[in-house]
């Protein structure tokens, strides 16, 4: 069962993605509050982009959180469709609850998430996963070593990177060169002597 911690802070995240979002109406309509949001995309959602929509179940959850007793109701308006614009979506209690329990796995799992969960699960050492590595004249971004720039504020605190430099407004900021040492796989003694020779 989810703890409670995990779930205050979804509640509050939520609560910003809601306000982030500056959805453009949440109306109360008899026991509904119905979620209106624009969309400016050329197409529609289809198959499960529409059945399974992270955004309405997002919506829906943080709903359900600052108005529980009303059942959401998500629309995306298509400015593009004049003659149809609506998509609707609902979801019942259970499949919300259910959603809820789902960020707080995701939540605790990226919360605990460090250099030892991710050496796990290199996927050169997965038969289904190693052509991610490289396909073709295809190779992954993160397997060789690059350079990389920093933008640190006044606290020391990295606010954002760069690969080309091409900070703006970096008036009070000071910009560092940063090294990627590059996939531990294919860039560590140690572990390229493990590697499979599949991908040499
Ligand atoms: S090169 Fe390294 S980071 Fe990239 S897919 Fe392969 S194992 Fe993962």
């Known amino acids: ?38 969309k400016s995309s050329k197409y529609k959602f289809r198959g499960d982009e529409l059945e399974a929509n992270i955004q309405a179940m997002m919506y829906s959850l943080a709903s359900k959180k600052l108005w529980p007793k009303l059942k959401p109701i998500i629309k995306f308006l298509f400015l593009r469709f004049p003659k149809k614009p609506t998509q ?3 979801f019942n209690d259970e499949q919300i609850k259910g959603f809820e329990y789902y960020l707080e796995h995701i939540n605790e799992y990226i919360n605990n998430f460090d250099e ?8 050169v050492d997965s038969q289904k996963n ?3 590595c490289g396909i073709g004249s295809w190779v992954c971004p993160y397997k060789a070593p690059y350079d990389y720039y920093v933008k640190i504020n006044q606290s020391g605190e990295v ?8 900070f703006k407004n970096i008036d009070g900021f000071k910009i560092e060169t940063r090294k990627y ?10 572990e390229n002597s493990k590697k499979d020779s599949f991908l040499d």
């Not at 030892?116 to 996927?123: I, L, P, R």
């Not at 606010?159 to 091409?166: F, G």
């Not at 040492?181 to 140690?190: A, L």
């Open 116 to 123: 030892n969960s991710a050496k796990a699960n290199f996927a």
């Open 1 to 38: 069962m989810a703890g409670n911690i995990g779930a205050d802070k979804i509640h509050s995240r939520l609560k910003r993605y809601f306000d982030q979002r500056q959805l453009k109406i949440a109306l109360p309509i008899k026991k509904e509050m119905h979620i209106i949001d624009y």
């Open 181 to 190: 040492e590059g996939c531990p796989k294919f860039n560590n003694k140690q």
């Open 130 to 132: 190693k052509w991610m």
């Open 159 to 166: 606010i954002e990177t760069s690969l080309n430099n091409d």
């Open 88 to 90: 609707e979506l609902s």
